[in-house]
């Protein structure tokens, strides 16, 4: 039994037995885990509220080789993020970035991508809610980005000769991004991508702040970053806190 003591944030909790919850988290020096959280319901002294959906904080993990299940000895909260729950698209984009967490991080160390989650995380909780959606979609990129399935923006995804910034180009998921004009002819499917879609896509990557136009644009960017998903990196399992976050925006869900 080896103790691992490092940042972390809860993805996803549930009741286990009498008085204990099970807890997924992301941490920054072991990837994803799961881990037993013993007597958390029983007594509120032992973690309090640090264990809530996205709190931050200091775990102590006690990680048995061979075993799925780790066990959480201390969880000390550093960031509780409760704007989260307070609106529901800052609540559904949250659970979008959760999602994609759980289902393609693994369970190694990677400092950069922990910061890029823990970002995504704290630019969601502090967005106004007209910005919500965007600055989900720049969170989601990004964290694709660290899993390196970065798309190509400013050069040809088969060719890799440059494309002018303001050129509307043909954007091919199996070939990885935006192709030059010759290579988007030849191309056997895809999707024309504007000049402005492509600047937010490069503002997103880049780390920057993208303010979307219209719902539409929303809208167009979710179906892009979806079928992206899909064609990079989901098994057949459905993503469906992903789903949940694309549809409310259909509805017009308030905030
Ligand atoms: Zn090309």
């Known amino acids: 039994m080896s103790l691992v003591v490092s940042d972390a944030i809860v993805l996803h909790s549930f009741d286990y037995l009498e008085s204990s919850r099970i807890l997924k988290i992301v941490t920054r020096d072991a990837g994803v885990r799961s881990v037993l959280a013993r007597g958390a319901r029983r007594s509120k002294a032992r973690f309090g509220s640090a264990l809530d959906l996205y709190a931050q904080g200091t775990a102590e993990l006690h990680v048995k080789p061979g075993r799925e299940l780790d066990t959480l000895s201390a969880f000390e909260v550093t960031r509780s993020r409760p704007q989260l729950a307070q609106q529901l698209a800052r609540f559904t984009g949250a659970s979008a970035i959760a999602e994609l ?68 180009v043909m954007f091919s ?8 004009a010759r290579c988007g002819r030849l191309a056997r499917s895809g999707r024309t991508l504007p000049a402005e879609a492509r600047e937010a896509l490069r503002g997103w990557l880049s780390g920057g702040d993208v303010l979307l136009g219209s719902p539409q644009d929303v809208r167009a960017h979710q179906r892009l970053l979806r079928e992206f998903l899909r064609e990079h990196l989901a098994d057949d399992r459905p993503l469906r806190a992903f789903e949940v976050w694309e549809r409310d925006e259909w509805t017009g869900g308030a905030a």
């Open 173 to 180: 998921h199996p070939s990885g991004g935006a192709l030059c």
């Open 101 to 168: 967490t759980l289902r393609f991080v693994r369970d190694a160390a990677d400092p950069s991508l922990f910061d890029t989650i823990a970002a995504a995380f704290d630019d969601i909780a502090s967005s106004a809610p007209e910005r919500t959606r965007g600055v989900t979609l720049g969170g989601a990129w990004r964290v694709l980005a660290e899993l390196g399935v970065a798309p190509t923006v400013d050069a040809c995804a088969d060719c890799h000769s440059p494309i002018e910034l303001d050129e509307a």
